[in-house]
């Protein structure tokens, strides 16, 4: 058992867009920036919203995951008729592997000890801050569960930080929000060599306005990226859509 089994927990969710797919199962892994540089991915890969701030406030190292099973950056891609999927990962495969949390939206939060500014209290709720980050974590065991101890409200993004990359184990689950979707998940999970992943088809988090557009590219782009493994995407990133 380990901290998350041990908090009843039963799994952790990684959203992505839906055309990052084909680049996960080939992987069979959530890669830490570091490594999709090394395998050959620019910066306009990764979320133009976020990825700089993750760097900056020291957090560009580690797969990103939450607890969340509804968070507002979901549902905020759904509503603007963006595809997009959950991975939900068995809470022992992060059990297994070194990770931190933070109560808080590392990329979105405003409250960061920087430029003199004290940011949010060390506390048995906050965590304490960690090699130059400017937030905040939990890093040792009693420092995560006394974090996840503390009453959440519905405003509480609590995100998991695998230190480095998280290998994702063949009960992985790939969630999609329409049919439409879950038909080219399954064809990605088809493939020769992807991984045994369950496929499932939820109701959205609210409201998913699919666009035709954006679900043309998230094909256009899968296709492309099925046909030429060595293929490391056209800079499709939907932060950049207004």
Known sequence: MGFLSDQGI????????????????RSKSLMCKPSLAAAGFATSHYRSMSHGMDVARGFGNYAHLTLDHQPRIL???????????????????????????????????????RDGKPGHAESDRNGKYYDGHEIPIGRTTSEKRAILNHPL??????????????????????????????????????QPGSPPWLLEVHTPPGHYPRSSVHSQSVTDFILKALGDPTWRGNGLEFDRFR
């Open 10 to 25: 039963a799994d952790v969710r990684h959203y992505a867009p839906l055309h990052y797919l084909p680049f996960i199962a």
């Open 153 to 190: 409200n519905a405003r509480t993004m609590i995100e998991v930080l695998v230190h480095g990359d998280l290998p994702l184990p063949d009960d992985t689950t790939v969630i999609c929000y329409s049919d439409q979707d879950a038909t080219i998940a399954k064809n990605v999970l088809c």
């Open 75 to 113: 549902r905020a891609k759904l509503a603007a008729g963006f595809p997009h999927i959950a991975l939900s990962v068995p809470s022992d495969a992060v059990d297994n592997v070194q990770s931190s949390i933070c109560r808080f939206n590392v990329a979105m939060t405003r409250k960061l000890k």
